[in-house]
């Protein structure tokens, strides 16, 4: 099996709220995202989601015409591609793109999920809630959290940064939010 | 798929013995191990694998990890953990009917090899002969000396050894081993000595394997690197080297942490940006590890085709590289 070729679409998202940090507090609704098609020979596509669009192009010569299954290697070989361009910012995500792609390939080539590829005994782990919530108003910061406890989980991220007293206020809020599914949640905080 | 049991047979006259896990789908997957078959073995995959599902490989290491440290099964080695973890690895590719080198992820399976140090003392026609077999034959051109406790032997030694290996390269790559005899004041003094005259890569278990201040001493004291690792069990036995700048080439033995643990081992390296070594292996299978390995620098020889009677291998020595082959799993077969 080969990589034959590839397909990049590039996105801008509107979403159906404003996500912000610290760093854009009033928030945007406009996000960027991409999707990768990675392709073979053998009619089997890797797909991968991410911010991977640009420097793709000047990547996948890298890959061109390899065995996906050498995931590793090519990860490898990729990473020396970039040594003089850098391998940050938008060469970083595209070599990402890429590698995500490629283990998707090799799960589907073995025809098993990718947790069980990697060697793990189950396919699942802890998740916490992340509102990106810097824009939201009190009410929307609670009813975030609190759809997110209905459905089980018991750990937040927050997003702080330019008040204290305001942190401290959502802080709490985020706490009852979160407090139908466990009654010691776990708290984080992010000032970007 | 899950594992149903396990089978050993010791090897005839060779130390040793193999490994077969047994699988429910017809499959098995094949370990081989440098020391005398531990009693306990049977028990423990009894009681922490048969029922599993051998793909989990990760899952499973820490599952073994946890139970020896309960001392579940009684006594045991805990190398008994890496050559379960060697067959499950086997297993895994044999069910993807895949190399292992290929199922870890590999592109080119071949890593550049030296040969290790005579296994018993010898004197110097006899270090010739070992030596020269490896050179003649295989086309290394790196070798391991074992220090021995007269300092003039190992000047003469190490010279025989150069000459050996410039028959077949102008840069002959060359390696002691203090195989932690020496304390680290003791290493920088040898290996100053021998630094006057010889271009050694490195130094082999300078200070004692948990000694990381020893072995910083001693790199900071010499020229050449330290190398060291291969005496640890865990992931946990680095960390302190590393986070002490202890090492120059942080050196890896399979036959004690495993395949799992010394991916784990050689990302940690990889994130101090440290080069890595691999100790000698059976059938010389690290070579199927080393193709995922970014800074593999060599893996250590010790037999290039193994004795008659206990297993065969698919990686060959060509020139001076071990190239792992294209049969499905690890390599290794019983020669029963």
Known sequence: ????????????????????????????DLLPGSILY?????????????????????????????????????????????????????????????????????????????WRLLGAREGRVKAYASGLDYCLSDEELFAFYR???????????????LDLKVDLRRLGLMREALSIASARPRLMIDSN | MKITGVATRSFPSAAGFIVALQSDEGISGVGVSARAPHGNLERFVDEVLVGEDPRAVTGLWQQMLSAFARGVSGSLQSDVLAVLDVALW?????????????TLG?????????AGACPSAASDAELARWYGTFVRDYGIT???????QDRDADLRRIEMLQRLLEAHTAQPVLMMDADERWSPKESVGRMRELEERFDLTWVEAPAARWDFLGHKRVSDGIRSAVCAGG????????????????????????????????LQVADAAYGFELPVALCASPGNLDAHLAAVLPYCMSMEILDPVPVEGTFTTDVRIEEGWAVA???????LASAA
């Open chain 2, 325 to 331: 082959g294209d049969r499905p799993g690890n390599g």
């Open chain 1, 38 to 114: 990675l392709e073979t020979d053998e009619n089997i596509t890797g797909i991968s989601l991410g911010f991977g669009g640009g420097a793709v192009k000047m990547l996948f010569p890298a890959i061109e015409g390899a065995d996906p299954r050498e995931a590793a290697g090519l990860w490898i070989r990729m990473n020396d591609w970039l040594h003089k361009t850098g391998n940050r910012g938008e060469g970083n995500a595209a070599l990402s793109a890429i590698d995500i792609a490629l283990w998707d390939l090799k799960a589907k080539i073995a025809g098993q999920p990718v």
């Open chain 1, 147 to 161: 759809r997110m406890a209905e459905q089980g989980i018991d750990s937040g991220k927050l997003k702080v940064g």
């Open chain 2, 106 to 114: 590999g592109s080119r399976p071949r890593v550049k090899t030296h």
């Open chain 1, 1 to 28: 099996m080969k990589i034959t070729g590839y397909r990049s679409e590039v996105y801008l998202m509107k979403m159906d709220r404003a996500v912000g940090d610290a760093n854009l507090p009033e928030g945007v």
């Open chain 2, 231 to 262: 005496r640890l069990d865990t992931l946990g036995g680095f960390l302190p080297h590393l986070h002490h700048h202890a090492l120059d080439v942080v050196q890896i033995d399979t036959g004690r942490v495993g395949i799992t643990a010394a």
């Open chain 2, 142 to 148: 790196g070798a391991k000396l074992r220090a021995s």
């Open chain 2, 90 to 102: 086997d297993l895994k590719a044999k069910s993807h009917d895949e190399p292992l080198w290929k």
